[in-house]
């Protein structure tokens, strides 16, 4: 592997520039494409095999046209000079459904005249629109063509806001500012590191280039398959952080290698068949623990683990070939536009190192103490991740700005918190009943359980379809569709037993309640497949069985932490408002409740962010042992080696995590909850990860490992493949290290 990968990173420095002008002519030509062929998105988030699916398919086949999710919009009204059932502003109204009318694909408009239309101040109404042969994935489209229509009422005073009638994955999520303030933070981590421009300009450039063409796949293959919106963001937040990441291990070890005398391409040479296999089974482990996710049963999940390992392949592909192409082309030219102070810089760094070897000799001189502190610590930070709170996300909580919050909060004050989330029940007849007045016996008794059952607020009149198969009522709970007791009323829904009829929940709520608990059924084969194929990776590529295991569990640890700082964020509301997240409606009377208020997070997140973070924590484990074993076969002194690892690649592990937490930290800044979610989440898994637990937990446990730390039993040893990455990474010869604990032995 190292003597594959050293020939790959030389014949890429040799022939720089084609290489060069092969990623630019493929990132430009990914870009156009999608300007010229779209990037088309897709809002299914439907779970084959679930109730809640059965109910929308009967609803699109047998209530017809604006029956199915999709196929209505509504209009929220709130005249706030007077009632709507004043003459000029009902005639206004009027205008505004006659105009509606006109628009294609609309079949029927319920005006907010009739029964349930108006609320009972008179000021707030609802405009139902129906919709038949739109095209399903354009649904803000059509909405925002429908509320330009609505004009005559916003000429006579009323305000008009279109509801969001879809599904969190119909969310437009827009890039730039974002990933511009990721990658700015990045370039000043960088400068520090390096001191010089030419240097800290690579990684930022190659990850431009990674990122770009990834986004490009990603948007073509919208051409081919359902591309969640959700997922340029996510593949923009971890590929920009590990695509810096990567291509800032190569260019340190690389200028090293250039200040000992190495001519530079026998420097790149060296520097890709040592570092590059890090950097190869590093991101060999962020994209197995994102393939994962296709055991999760949730199709948007399954689809967002994918498509953001291709952001992570691209990372890795770039790293391995486009860095050493631009080394070779830039040759000593990469310390080039040294800047002021760069002496000092330079002075810092190497003080920087030298307080890393100093930690690492302080930590395997009482590797016990260092243990039962770090536990302690750790174990704190991780305590509050017991009280994570899981849920859907609804409206309430989005952006104060977006119209989609603006007409949720109209609703719930004119009608209710339940009508943002109402439940769709679909009732399969065991024989044909007709559409009648008075309803049929089965149908009566159908809508009389419901309305008797605890946490209804009402109970529409069912219709019955055409065929007399199927029985539709709309139920309105007295609950916000993030509330956990809404969920619990579907539950309490289907297990109803109404005598001659099937009962099927349909609806926001019911999908999310069938997203979450499929989710939860699949999650512990998710951990168990994401740490046993990361652990069997890392057996290959260091062949120690006690290492692989240890890294996978210290891996969970920082994940435990995580979640904490997830719990005590949104979940305790400690720090909600400081994310920019805005209280709902509801906690607007009291001053504690509108700075500490409690954000619900959404099911399919903690196994996301979990196949995440424990890909992204792995990357520096690898480079931590990397180091680490090639100490080791030099000296054979097992505490040597562990003190010399630690000193070696503690700035960069250090500085690579400063990078990756700002890119993290920036994407927070987005209005979207999930994605501040991710932010809050991976900024501080990586900030513990890279100081707590690579900086003392793994070395201390190392330490006391000593010699077992790079056992093999035989047997095994000649099963296991002959790929390592730290077995012969360099061919230079080493100096003589200096004791760093003289007479110490593994």
Known sequence: MASLLGRLGEWCARHGRLVLALWITLAVALTAGTLV????????????????????????????????PGGSVQLVLYSPDGPLIAKERKRAVEDAMAEIRRLPHVVQIDGPYRAGGLAANLEIGVIGVRLSGHDQDKVAETTAQISAAAEPVRRAGIEAVPANSGTPADKEIKSGASEIIGVICALLVLLFAFGTLVAALVPIFTAGISLGVGLGVIGLLGHLVDVPKQAPVMASMIGLGVGIDYALFLLSRHRKLLADGVPVHESV???????????????????????????????????????????????????????????????????????????????????????????????????????????????????????????????????????????????????????????????????????????????AELGDRLADLPGVAHVAPAKVNDSGRAVLVQVVPEYAPSDPRAADLVHEVRSMDVPGMRLHVGGKVAGMTDASDR???????????????????????????????????????????????????????????????DPPVSASASYVATVFFTVPIDSYVPVMLFAVLFGLSMDYEVFLLTSVRQAYLRSGDNRRAVAEGLGATGRVITSAALIMVAVFVAFIAYPDPVVKVFGVGLAVAIAVDATIIRGLLVPATMVLLGRLNWWCPPWLDRLLPNISVAEHADDEPEPAPEPVLAGSRG
């Not at 603006?406 to 007849?429: D, H, I, Q, S």
């Open 37 to 68: 062929f779209g990037r088309p998105t897709s809002n299914d988030v439907s779970i084959p095999g679930t109730d809640a699916q059965r109910a929308h398919e009967l609803m699109r086949d047998g209530f017809g046209p604006g029956y199915d």
């Open 519 to 581: 989710i939860a059924e699949r999650t512990p084969t998710v951990i168990g497949v994401v740490v046993l194929l990361s652990a069997l990776l890392l057996l290959l590529a260091f062949r120690a069985p006690l290492v692989a295991i240890k890294a996978a569990l210290m891996n969970l640890i920082s994940l435990g932490a995580a979640f904490g700082a997830l719990a005590i964020v949104f979940s305790f509301g400690i720090g909600s408002h400081l994310v920019g997240l």
């Open 269 to 443: 040479r060296r520097t890709a068949s040592g570092a590059g296999g890090a950097v190869l089974f590093a991101g060999g482990t962020v994209v197995i623990a994102l393939s994962a996710l296709l055991l999760a049963g949730f199709p948007l999940l399954r689809t967002l683990g994918w498509l953001t390992g291709i952001s992570v392949i691209c990372a890795v592909l770039t790293s391995l070939t486009l860095v050493p192409a631009l080394l070779g082309i830039l040759g000593h030219r990469v310390n080039a536009l040294r800047l002021p102070l760069s002496g000092t810089r330079r002075d810092a760094a190497h003080a920087a190192g030298s307080g890393w070897s100093r930690l690492g000799v302080w930590v395997a001189g009482r590797p016990w103490r260092v243990l039962a502190i770090t536990a302690v610590v750790l174990g704190g930070l991780a305590a509050p991740a017991l009280g994570l709170r899981l849920g859907p996300i609804d409206e309430g909580y989005a952006d104060r700005g977006q119209p989609e919050r603006r007409a949720y909060e109209l609703m719930e004050t004119g009608f209710g918190p339940g009508v943002n989330g109402p439940l769709l029940v679909v009732g399969e007849p065991a024989a044909p009943v007709r559409a009648s007045d008075p309803p049929a016996p089965v149908v």
